[in-house]
């Protein structure tokens, strides 16, 4: 095997070879920071995902030491995320009970199952599917999710029962009608562990107020034995690494998961390459390659399972800050994993006395991000029809719940950009005055046109999808005109693709046009569509007479011919020289 197809395969031997004194100094000072942050998000993560604490910690293991070895990105942070974990629970609670053993081997095999979906999404380069998720849709998706986070941690943040519903407003309801039921110290608990990390994060950014909050709370309900009093808290945490095991892989399971498979594994893509892509802009000493990105995210969740790790994803909170304090390399996710498993030998007795209404308190200040309130105010401001787009997905997720939320999502944004292809700009040009370019009519004042030729220009692919929109457009704009022209000028500088619908389109119009005696002229078209051109027999239909390299070579043609024109004409050309 090359050296090139070496790092290809595993970017760690891009970086280690050459890796400085100076880097590990910072990598350390990045991964403890980091590890800081996992654990108690970790473990209130996993409560979110309705498993056991432990398997959070879990996720903090293999994972990312597989994600350092395969990783293209330096800087981001896998993990254990919030949207994940909400995925995972709206998708697997219905079919066993959340905590159960059945439970747990469902999750385990999910993970398993998104790694493998996502390593064949990279083996085939179909990374691109993920972009039909649309920026809007993601908006509306993670604000919807959001809230709908916030309302399943209210069980915790109120210290009382809240039955499973099908849907969020129901769970609402019940909240609202129950609110006497709230267990005061509970409640206090979680305003009071919100405060400390608010204000925390106010005096500085880097002061972990995730493991403070965790540090106080545990130590204020050992004091005062405070579980006694009603406070619900983790009690026994499991010490140890976690054990080989190898999930159920029976085809009722397999089954039976598919839709949660797909939801997490698009919404995990898109979070965590779209993290990786802003962090590679931000350091441009190296490149993001989303096939590798994929092949490095899905191998991490396939080895993460066989180690029992709650599925994991692109962290924004802990690879902003892992960026921030300073990371070079994918050793800050090496000496996290090894600090996650120093914790879970040595440290989990601690976590005994720690309160679920302290973890509620994490996951509800976490998920504030979600919302994307300013975007949300520049869609309504600038892109009404985006707007509507993140409306459908924030309100459709909300009623009809997670996973067909994310499948409304790709639903809308398939067809949002069907219907946009299907209806492509094409302006009518005209010269501006005293240059020889051409530009939109409707957009530039004084702008001369002519009454012989009509130019217009094509702004999309030529293809199945707008070949009737292109037809009825042309029969349109030459209805319009008082006086027929007597030339039909394409720009097909901006068509970049064409197939065969689209060059029967073309013989269709040069017939329509041929039967109204007016002349089909094509200019600007590029290499590989004058190939096709050729190849159809159309551009000799067309005559390459009627064939220029610009707009305005070919307005002088065919008005070289007309000697009422000749002044204009000339005129023209002393602007061109110009």
Not at 117 to 145: C, D, E, K, W, Y
Not at 308 to 315: D, H, N, Y
Not at 543 to 561: D, L, R, T
Request: charged share 15%.
């Amino acid at each position: 095997m090359s050296n090139q197809f070496i790092k290809s395969l595993l970017p760690i031997s891009d970086w280690l070879p050459n890796y400085k004194k100076a880097a590990f100094r910072a990598d350390l000072l990045a991964g403890i920071t980091v590890a800081v942050m996992l654990v108690p998000q970790g473990m209130a993560y996993a409560l979110l995902a309705g498993m056991p604490p432990i398997y959070g910690l879990y996720a903090g293991l293999i994972p990312l030491f597989l994600y350092a070895i395969l990783g293209t990105s330096r800087q981001l942070s896998i993990g254990p995320v919030a949207i994940s974990a909400l995925l995972i629970w709206a998708g697997i609670s219905p079919l066993a009970e959340a905590g159960s053993p059945e439970y747990i081997s469902l999750v385990i095999l999910t993970g398993l199952l998104v790694g493998v979906f996502q390593v064949i999404l990279s083996l085939f380069r179909m990374g691109f599917l993920v972009n039909f998720l649309s920026h809007p849709v993601i908006i509306g998706f993670t604000s919807a999710a959001a809230i709908i986070i916030i309302i399943n941690q209210l069980k915790d943040a109120l210290g009382f029962h809240i039955p499973r519903f099908a849907h969020t407003y129901e769970t609402l309801l019940y909240t609202l009608q129950h609110l006497p039921e709230t267990h005061l110290l509970s409640l206090l608990m979680c305003l009071g562990s919100i405060a400390i990390i608010a204000l925390l994060k106010k005096v500085h950014k880097k002061i972990p107020g995730a493991l403070l909050v965790v540090i106080i709370g545990s130590l204020i309900t050992w004091l005062f034995n405070l579980d006694e009093k009603g406070l619900n808290i983790i009690k026994d945490v499991p010490a140890g690494l976690p054990s080989f095991v190898v999930p159920d892989l029976s085809i009722a399971n397999i089954q039976a998961l598919l839709s949660v498979v797909f939801t997490v594994s698009v919404i995990g893509i898109v979070e965590s390459i779209s993290i990786a892509k802003v962090l590679e802009n931000k350091h441009k000493d190296y490149t993001v390659r989303p096939d590798q990105e994929l092949f490095a995210l899905g191998l991490s969740k396939i080895g993460g399972a066989f180690f029992q790790a709650l599925p994991t994803s692109g962290s924004f909170s802990r690879s902003a800050v892992n960026n921030e304090a300073g990371a070079k390399t994918g050793m800050a996710s090496i000496i996290t994993a090894l600090i996650v498993a120093l914790t879970l030998v040595l440290l989990t007795p601690l976590f005994y006395y720690l309160p679920k209404a302290v973890l509620a308190a994490i996951i509800l200040m976490a998920v504030k991000n979600l919302f994307e309130i300013k975007e949300i105010i520049e869609l309504w401001k600038i892109h009404r029809q985006d707007f509507i787009m993140m409306s459908i997905t924030f309100v459709g997720t909300l009623i009809l719940g997670i996973s067909e939320g994310v499948i409304l999502g790709v639903v809308i944004s398939i067809l949002v950009a069907m219907y946009r292809s299907s209806r492509p700009h094409i302006p009518v040009l005209g010269r501006l005055p005293g240059t020889t370019a051409y530009r939109n009519i409707e957009r530039f004042k004084d702008i001369i046109q002519l009454d012989s030729i009509l130019i217009i220009r094509f702004d999309n692919q030529l293809y199945f999808a707008n070949i009737l929109y292109f037809k009825e457009k042309v029969k349109e704009l030459i209805n319009k005109r008082e006086n027929k022209p007597k030339v039909l000028l394409l720009d097909a500088s901006s068509i970049h693709d064409m197939d065969s619908s689209g060059l029967h389109t073309l013989e269709e119009i040069h017939d329509f046009l041929e039967q109204h005696k007016i002349i089909f002229g094509l200019s600007g078209a590029i290499g590989p569509i004058r190939d096709l051109l050729s190849k159809s027999g159309l551009m000799d239909l067309i005559g390459k007479e009627n064939q220029f390299v610009n707009i305005h070579s070919a307005v002088q043609y065919y008005h070289a011919e007309n000697e009422d024109q000749q002044q204009w004409v000339e005129g023209a050309i002393q602007n061109n020289v110009k």
